[in-house]
């Protein structure tokens, strides 16, 4: 900011005391402010396409990651409703011979009994 004020300041007195007319010098002077003006818009427009342009990376690294995060939890969430889905299955098969193995063994138990009561 120094350093452009430091050039306006030169520019201006630069004009001012070059052998001109007073109309010369003004006119010379506005079209000194007139390219200072426009150099200054260009830069700023150059400033916008920068900040655009690294916004649109930010945010296309941030679509991605978050693609990842998304495909990596849908994975985890997947493998936790298999190992569910597994661990459930078993805990039914389970369940299911342990009735099975009670039922058989209160039936051999009922045998056993109309065995021991039969009289021949």
Not at 55 to 81: H, L, P, T, V
Not at 84 to 109: F, H, I, L, M, P
């Amino acid at each position: 900011m120094g350093f452009l004020r430091g050039v306006l300041a030169g520019l201006a007195i630069g004009y001012l005391t070059a052998p001109r007319s007073g109309k010369e010098t003004r006119d010379k002077l506005a079209q000194g402010f007139d390219d200072i003006q426009q150099q200054w818009e260009d830069g700023v427009d150059q400033v916008k396409s920068q900040i655009d342009r690294l916004a649109g990376k930010a945010e296309k690294q941030a679509d991605k990651y978050s693609n990842e995060a998304e495909e990596i939890f849908d994975r985890y969430r997947d493998d936790a409703e298999s190992n569910y889905n597994q661990k459930r299955s078993q805990a039914k098969t389970a369940y299911n011979d342990k009735v099975d193995e009670t039922a058989d063994a209160a039936k051999s138990g009922i045998d056993n009994a109309e065995e021991a009561l039969k009289f021949n």
